[in-house]
């Protein structure tokens, strides 16, 4: 594949993210033009295009993939969707980022990945705050042997007031599979096990609780503006996941979720490490810890320049990864596995009462 290629990219599902993410910087791409958008909401579907400029329009994902023939499709839908439209959108050629979660069961993710590897295309998770400045800067450290063996770490997304769209498919079981886990869940897990190098997960205990949401407290956030109460109070979701994974090797992951919570906002990723500790923070923080000339010190690093959102890193790491360049840094299938092999057995721990031996 060369790098002259021109890409031409669908997007299914026409919603929040779609609008105010994907289409957008697809479209700062170079030799990447978004050529058809999708929503069953056909009038939505056109108010989207005609904001962005996409010339063509569909309220269903088959004709569009059938007619169009996109090189790239975006999977951008309720949860429930991903498995078979991505599917879809591989069996008919295309290169698939899918948002997250990838999909609801680990089978159903690993089937999805086999999809893609027998038709020799790409599959990648739009799970992007790996490219926040503080995680990359993390990482460079990880990479120069900063934190020696990291042997625990703790990583947490707790919102003060943040169940998303309330009453709509996010509250809803049968649209979105879970809550919090599956929501946030698999972004908390990749900002920690991202700086860890991915080890395999052994053992998993978990518990989940829906706190909040059946009172119908602690609504704000990602999409509060257009998913109103008033469109319903459907809410048989989780809000909150707690965990602890062990990995081969002994490795311990602490891992906190939660919608909402009577504790102030925290979204932290701590590393431990023989030689080196850190507290990895929202987006302008991490603060390094060690021992240096037999004295505690903590240091801060100042962030280079980033090239962009962490979301347009991720769209143009998957762009230059169609391109040819293979160390472009994508999440991988053997990383989104673990993902939800984590979720898997977190959900499975918290209705089995018991911890999940893998
Ligand atoms: N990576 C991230 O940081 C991030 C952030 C937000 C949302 N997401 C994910 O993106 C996905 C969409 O979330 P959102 O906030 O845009 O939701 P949304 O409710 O704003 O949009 C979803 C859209 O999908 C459409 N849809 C439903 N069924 C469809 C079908 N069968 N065919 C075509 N379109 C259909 C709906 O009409 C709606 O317009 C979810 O999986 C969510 O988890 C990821």
Same mark, same amino acid.
């Given at each position: 594949?060369?790098?002259?290629?021109?890409?031409?990219?669908?997007?299914?599902?026409?919603?929040?993210?779609?609008?105010?993410?994907?289409?957008?910087?697809?479209?700062?791409?170079?030799?990447?033009?978004?050529?058809?958008?999708?929503?069953?909401?056909?009038?939505?579907?056109?108010?989207? /295009?005609? =904001?962005?400029?996409?010339?063509?329009?569909?309220?269903?994902?088959?004709?569009?993939?059938?007619?169009?023939?996109?090189?790239?499709?975006?999977?951008?839908?309720?949860?429930?969707?991903?498995?078979?439209?991505? %599917?879809?959108?591989?069996?008919?050629?295309?290169?698939?980022?899918?948002?997250?979660?990838?999909?609801?069961?680990?089978? !159903?993710?690993?089937?999805?990945?086999?999809?893609?590897?027998?038709?020799?295309?790409?599959?990648? $998770?739009?799970?992007?705050?790996?490219?926040?400045?503080?995680?990359?800067?993390?990482?460079?450290?990880?990479?120069?042997?900063?934190?020696?063996?990291?042997?625990?770490?703790? %990583? $947490?997304?707790?919102?003060?007031?943040?169940?998303?769209?309330?009453?709509?498919?996010?509250?809803?079981?049968?649209? /979105?599979?879970?809550?919090?886990?599956?929501?946030?869940?698999?972004?908390?897990?990749?900002?920690?096990?991202?700086?860890?190098?991915?080890?395999?997960?052994?053992?998993?205990?978990?518990?989940?609780?829906?706190?909040?949401?059946?009172?119908?407290?602690?609504?704000?956030?990602?999409?509060?503006?257009?998913?109103?109460?008033?469109?319903?109070?459907?809410?048989? $979701? !989780? !809000?909150?996941?707690?965990?602890?994974?062990?990995?081969?090797?002994?490795?311990?992951?602490?891992?906190?979720? /939660?919608?909402? /919570?009577?504790?102030?906002?925290?979204?932290?990723?701590?590393?431990?490490?023989?030689?080196?500790?850190?507290?990895?923070?929202?987006? !302008?923080?991490? =603060?390094?810890?060690?021992?240096?000339?037999?004295?505690?010190?903590?240091?801060?690093?100042?962030?280079?320049?980033?090239?962009?959102?962490?979301? =347009?890193?991720?769209?143009?790491?998957?762009?230059?990864?169609?391109?040819?360049?293979?160390?472009?840094?994508?999440?991988?299938?053997?990383?989104?596995?673990?993902?939800?092999?984590?979720?898997?057995?977190?959900?499975?721990?918290?209705?089995?009462?018991? =911890?999940?031996?893998?």
């Amino acid at each position: 594949m060369s790098s002259s290629q021109a890409w031409r990219v669908a997007v299914i599902g026409a919603g929040t993210i779609s609008q105010r993410v994907h289409i957008p910087l697809f479209q700062k791409q170079p030799n990447t033009t978004v050529v058809a958008v999708c929503d069953v909401n056909a009038a939505r579907a056109q108010a989207v /295009a005609a =904001e962005t400029g996409v010339a063509h329009v569909y309220s269903d994902y088959e004709t569009l993939l059938a007619e169009q023939q996109p090189d790239i499709a975006v999977v951008a839908a309720p949860n429930v969707f991903h498995k078979p439209m991505a %599917t879809a959108a591989l069996e008919a050629g295309a290169h698939v980022l899918c948002e997250k979660p990838v999909a609801l069961t680990y089978s !159903d993710a690993q089937a999805m990945f086999a999809t893609a590897a027998a038709r020799q295309r790409v599959l990648t $998770v739009g799970t992007h705050f790996r490219f926040t400045g503080p995680m990359q800067a993390a990482k460079a450290h990880a990479a120069a042997g900063f934190f020696g063996r990291i042997y625990a770490a703790r %990583t $947490v997304w707790q919102r003060r007031n943040g169940i998303p769209g309330y009453g709509s498919w996010f509250t809803n079981r049968d649209l /979105a599979g879970g809550g919090a886990l599956l929501d946030i869940g698999v972004h908390t897990l990749d900002r920690a096990l991202y700086i860890m190098n991915y080890p395999q997960p052994k053992r998993v205990s978990g518990v989940m609780g829906a706190e909040f949401g059946p009172r119908g407290r602690g609504l704000g956030g990602w999409g509060a503006d257009i998913h109103s109460p008033s469109s319903g109070t459907r809410y048989d $979701v !989780d !809000d909150l996941a707690w965990a602890q994974v062990l990995f081969e090797g002994g490795t311990v992951l602490q891992f906190q979720v /939660a919608w909402a /919570a009577n504790y102030p906002e925290n979204f932290v990723t701590e590393i431990f490490g023989t030689e080196g500790g850190a507290r990895i923070g929202g987006q !302008d923080s991490v =603060e390094l810890y060690s021992m240096l000339n037999g004295l505690e010190v903590k240091t801060e690093t100042q962030l280079p320049p980033q090239k962009g959102s962490s979301y =347009e890193q991720l769209i143009g790491n998957f762009v230059s990864r169609l391109n040819g360049d293979t160390q472009a840094d994508i999440v991988t299938p053997e990383q989104a596995l673990v993902h939800v092999k984590i979720v898997d057995a977190i959900t499975r721990s918290a209705s089995e009462g018991r =911890e999940i031996v893998l």
